[in-house]
């Protein structure tokens, strides 16, 4: 059965990179039997110009439709100035509620030739490779009650509420525990227990699902500001980790930086399965944003994007070979010394954002 991917490129560097993602699935589609149907349409900046609104219900009927998204980048200073539910950003995050994406995966991978471009030393973060699995859709940033009141006394009060269900812990935590079980088979529960009862919550319900039914998974848990320090202290340690919306926000963030450059980091939100035809709804995208200071230029690194296709291909599109070998190509090209200015070091080859993908499609053809 084809599968459809949804492209929206959305603005900025977004649809740069995005052709470079859409040409090794071309090449794949052409040379690896992949058999793939693309579709496009527009989301933020671009679809607020042509249409008055970040997501048209169209592009959102398209997204439910499709087995997967790719998503560029969204903002801009352009449209800076809009209320909230007009910026770019609703774009985004229109589709991740429309399809409930509550799964938001995170690898955080060091490349051994770009271990110098880490602001930790060489022998601490090579060969990182770790996973946050981080709840999307849930937690303070969507709790209610929240809002600012003015307390009549020249006084103000902003609230903000962190609220999450036993369901919503389990159907999260059930992908950190399904995905560790594929990787180094350990996962790290992080919260803050100790001053949260929807912390306690967590921790309790996460152990309750590991105990009845991945009990054969190892499982810590860690408040999340020991977990900050063990990331910077020793981040190998980690296989999956597993945190709420806020925390993971900050946690991921954190990491990303261990593996030296936003370009180069892929993510993935997972919704849930139907249990009749087994569709998931999933969205991949790179974690940078719109870069507006190099938009336009052609040198903004795909690599990012291209490595949320080989997720594509794995999660979405059961294609795990094919997955490996684009990573591998990705690894090589920058072995090889090819690099985008964002990780160029002095004797490297400096290219551009097409030539970079152009190299990682020649290292791939060269797989076999
Ligand atoms: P950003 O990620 O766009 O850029 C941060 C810095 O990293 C910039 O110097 C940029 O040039 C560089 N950079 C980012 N991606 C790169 C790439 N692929 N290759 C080379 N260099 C790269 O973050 P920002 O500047 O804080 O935000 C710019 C706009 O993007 C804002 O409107 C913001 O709201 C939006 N944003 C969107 C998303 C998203 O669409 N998921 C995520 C973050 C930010």
């Not at 910026?87 to 399809?99: D, H, N, Q």
């Not at 009845?212 to 408040?223: G, N, P, S, W």
């Not at 399965?273 to 969205?283: E, F, L, N, S, Y």
């Given at each position: 059965m ?24 071309n ?51 352009k ?33 051994p ?28 940033y ?8 003015d ?28 995905l ?52 910077v ?80 291909l794995?999660?979405?599109?059961d ?25 160029w ?24």
């Amino acid at each position: 059965m084809t599968k459809t991917l949804l492209i929206l490129a959305g603005d900025g560097i977004g649809p740069e990179v995005a052709a470079e993602a859409e040409k090794v699935l071309n090449w794949l589609r052409d040379n690896r039997g992949l058999d793939v149907a693309i579709e496009h349409d527009l989301v933020g900046g671009i679809s607020i110009d042509t249409h008055g609104v970040p997501l048209t219900e169209a592009a959102l009927d398209k997204a439910r439709a499709a087995d997967a998204i790719l998503l560029g980048a969204v903002g801009g200073p352009k449209w800076a100035g809009q209320p909230y539910d007009k910026r770019p950003e609703a774009g985004l995050l229109g589709v991740r509620k429309a399809l409930d994406l509550f799964a938001n995966l995170r690898p955080a991978l060091c490349f051994p030739a770009l271990a110098d471009a880490s602001s930790l030393k060489r022998e601490i973060v090579e060969g990182l490779d770790l996973l946050f699995v981080r709840e999307l859709v849930g937690g303070v940033y969507f709790g209610e009650p929240r809002g600012i009141t003015d307390l009549g006394n020249g006084e103000r009060r902003g609230i903000n509420t962190q609220v999450y269900t036993t369901s919503e812990i389990h159907r999260v935590a059930r992908v950190a525990f399904e995905l560790a079980r594929k990787r180094g088979n350990k996962v790290h529960s992080s919260e803050k227990h100790n001053v949260m009862e929807s912390g306690l919550l967590w921790k309790e319900e996460v152990q309750k699902l590991h105990d009845a039914e991945y009990a054969d998974v190892q499982l810590e848990h860690i408040l999340a500001d020991n977990c900050a320090m063990q990331l910077v202290r020793a981040p190998k340690q980690f296989d999956v980790i597993l945190t709420d919306n806020l925390f993971g926000d900050l946690l991921s963030d954190a990491a990303a930086m261990l593996t030296g450059s936003l370009g180069m980091l892929p993510s993935a939100s997972l919704g849930a399965k139907d249990p009749v035809t087994g569709k998931q709804p999933a969205m991949y995208e790179p974690i940078h944003g719109s870069a507006p200071d190099i938009a336009g230029k052609g040198i903004a690194n795909p690599c990012a994007t291209i490595l949320s296709v080989a997720m594509a291909l794995r999660f979405s599109f059961d294609q795990g070979a094919l997955a490996d070998k684009l990573e591998q190509a990705v690894s090589q090209t920058l072995s090889d010394g090819v690099r985008t200015g964002d990780i160029w070091v002095e004797g490297c080859q400096k290219v551009g954002t097409s030539g970079m993908g152009d190299a990682v499609l020649e290292r791939l053809a060269a797989l076999g």
